[in-house]
């Protein structure tokens, strides 16, 4: 084996390592803030908050602008690039503050929310906060500083978690959520420049920005489409008076649970993924055995956590943050299926990106964004649960689409990828099912919901030792490894 191949495992083995335990506890402490938050607050609190998602989503696209990405991809970059995209980001976040602010107004006359015209240029204020951090993380994220990166998610996490439950604890309710949001970002951008060496100087030239914007901009249009694909159910729901804020506020509550539990994964593969797949977009075959192992891998985790989340949405919904929210349970029992193939199709996109094929990342996302949301809109009349299945569906059937995109670069045929993905989907839904018919008769939800974990995962881990699952080995093997040279850094 090549050196710089075991180099190149080494950062992968760990930026997954650290991307997964960083995630996983990023995700609990989200839920153990969420749970104290959702106790204190209803579904009529949390309405108004998702009702702005789409528009923090939208400007937070425009704010970074893919040039995260872009300067990840260069092969050498310089003081001048970093400095080009700090300035740039400072100044659009003011611009996009500002036009949001006297836009507030016509948000809330479409959502027939008067609260929303404060609560929308308060909330926004996280956007200028956070034009000061991209720079700094583009920095980290380049240099596959995933440990820096995530304790700065875990601080910004607790600060802004424990301000958010002591507001909402005296009254503040959607206030201090989006207090919450506020202070993630800000905790966020002081890390990010704390362990990042770089510094911007006044000596400012733009140049840069063109041959970085030349890669970025079709990042940019692709995750504004991309954020509006994630968003875009809270903004029909809430539009026109359609549906009540309750109904918006359990969507939202939703989608958060299933978010913190497919972003345990899906942090991981974005935080190492693109970088290391830019690595070796020189040798296709080289590349096609990274992504392969990734996949392999990512199934390996996402799909026994997710589907084990759609096992226990009910009982873990009413056990945490009680009956009131029982309607976002059944919601996230579906919404966890397409949550399992979140991260499949991120390492699809990234293998396009580290390609240099943005075009193709942006076509395919503006085409499902745009057929997705006409299908929302369209099925708006017949109820939510008709069109969070649909909205599941179709989003699981354009990963064919995906696919095909990527088999055009590094020739990932069909078989291949049903080889890595397919036994361990079958083996977490056949996990899943057994567990459910082995506890169907219990009725006590706080004995069902442990136990229901524990058989879950006991079956799971007995099953991989079973069929003597690589990905088990190896995961064990590396950690062994690292308890026995500690001062490895």
Not at 411 to 423: E, F, G, K
């Amino acid at each position: 084996m090549r050196k710089d191949d075991g180099n190149l495992k080494s950062a992968t083995a760990k930026g997954f390592l650290w991307g997964g335990m960083s995630n996983a506890v990023c995700q609990m402490l989200n839920l153990f803030f969420g749970i104290f938050l959702a106790n204190i607050l209803g579904p009529d609190d949390y309405g108004p908050i998702g009702m702005l998602a789409i528009f923090s989503a939208i400007a937070g696209s425009l704010q970074e602008s893919g040039f995260v990405a872009a300067l990840a991809n260069r092969k050498q970059v310089n003081h001048d690039d970093y400095n080009a995209v700090f300035w740039f980001n400072v100044i659009s976040s003011l611009l996009l503050y500002a036009g949001l602010y006297f836009a507030a107004p016509l948000i809330a006359n479409y959502f027939h929310e008067p609260i929303l015209v404060p609560l929308s240029r308060y909330s926004f204020i996280g956007f200028v906060v956070a034009g000061f951090g991209i720079a700094p993380s583009a920095y980290l994220f380049r240099e596959l500083k995933v440990k820096q990166k995530s304790i700065a998610l875990m601080l910004s996490i607790i600060v802004s978690g424990s301000v958010g439950v002591i507001m909402a604890m005296n009254g503040y309710s959607y206030w201090g959520i989006a207090t919450q949001g506020i202070l993630y970002v800000l905790v966020r951008s002081i890390c990010y420049w704390w362990w990042s060496p770089w510094r911007p100087t006044w000596r400012i030239n733009f140049a840069p920005l063109r041959y970085l914007f030349a890669f970025s901009y079709r990042l940019l249009v692709t995750n504004l489409f991309l954020r509006i694909n994630c968003n875009v159910f809270s903004f029909i729901l809430g539009g026109n008076g359609y549906y009540t804020r309750a109904d918006v506020g359990n969507y939202t509550k939703a989608n958060e649970w299933n978010t913190m539990g497919s972003e345990i994964v899906n942090g991981m593969v974005n935080g190492v993924a693109q970088p290391v797949l830019a690595r070796v977009a020189d040798d296709g075959e080289r590349q096609l055995h990274v992504l392969r192992k990734m996949l392999r891998f990512t199934a390996f985790i996402s799909f026994p956590m997710l589907l084990g989340l759609s096992l226990v949405s009910r009982e873990l919904i009413i056990v945490a943050i009680t009956e009131k929210w029982s309607e976002s349970a059944d919601m996230l029992r579906i919404l966890c299926l397409w949550g399992a193939f979140i991260p499949i199709q991120s390492l699809f996109t990234n293998l396009l990106i580290s390609r240099g094929r943005s075009q193709i990342y942006m076509w395919s996302t503006i085409a499902q964004g745009t057929i997705l949301t006409l299908m929302l809109f369209a099925l708006r009349p017949y109820g939510i649960s008709d069109m969070i299945v649909s909205y599941v569906i179709l989003n699981m059937l354009w990963l064919v689409v995906w696919h095909h995109f990527v088999k055009r670069e590094i020739a990932l045929t069909l078989p291949m990828l049903l080889r890595d993905i397919v036994p361990y989907f079958v083996l977490s839904a056949a996990v899943m099912a057994i567990t459910y018919m082995l506890t169907r008769s219990i009725d006590d939800i706080y004995i069902l919901l442990p136990l229901r974990i524990a058989v879950a995962a006991a079956l799971y881990v007995a099953a991989l030792y079973l069929f003597r699952s690589a990905e088990m080995r190896e995961a064990v093997d590396y950690i062994k490894t690292r308890k026995t040279k500690p001062s490895e850094q």
